[in-house]
């Protein structure tokens, strides 16, 4: 039984009508419309927290899907399962796989900083000090990178690039 079909709460019925009616009027052609439902079901088994069914539904909306934009965004949410399950590199070439594919995607740049932050962090509690201060500098520039495009978001990196002297730009919001 699809996903769709399986939703008990009626906030994810509404949804998915909604969905399913909008998908039926949209001018595209039937692959478009089957990597939607893919990629719907995917992020419904994500929500649910089925990382597994998310995934393989993800990876049918890509061999689906041709539009690179709505191909980034599976891209980016098959990263955040990784990175949850503690796959930070996985997460990581799909995070710079997505950002080819659409480079004004911020809030890929902010999780591949996040990565590398944690990353650093764990090599300076391991003892090697200058791989932990390259990997915080790795951290800056995609840190740097995401507050550019999107200036209001991610206070605390900014917090920290000042407070570390990884970056001297002021950011007005």
Not at 135 to 161: G, K, S, V
């Amino acid at each position: 039984m699809p996903r769709t079909q399986k939703n008990d709460n009626f906030i994810d019925k509404s949804f998915t009508v909604m969905a399913d009616l909008i998908l039926k009027l949209l001018p595209t052609n039937q692959k478009a419309k089957e990597a939607f439902v893919y990629y719907r079901d995917g992020m419904s088994a994500q929500a649910d927290g089925e990382y597994a069914e998310a995934l393989d539904n993800y990876e049918e909306a890509l061999t689906l899907e041709e539009n690179v934009f709505d191909k980034s965004y599976i891209l980016y949410n098959m990263g955040l399962i990784y990175a949850s399950n503690g796959d930070h590199d996985k997460a990581l070439e799909l995070y710079h796989e997505a950002i080819e594919l659409n480079p004004r995607l911020p809030q890929a740049l902010n999780n591949i900083a996040v990565i590398y932050h944690y990353k650093g962090e764990k090599a300076k509690e391991g003892g090697d000090t200058d791989a932990g201060e390259a990997l915080f500098d790795q951290a800056a520039d995609y840190w740097i990178r995401a507050i550019r495009m999107a200036p209001n978001n991610y206070i605390e990196a900014q917090n920290w690039l000042k407070t570390t002297g990884r970056s001297q730009m002021d950011v007005y919001f």
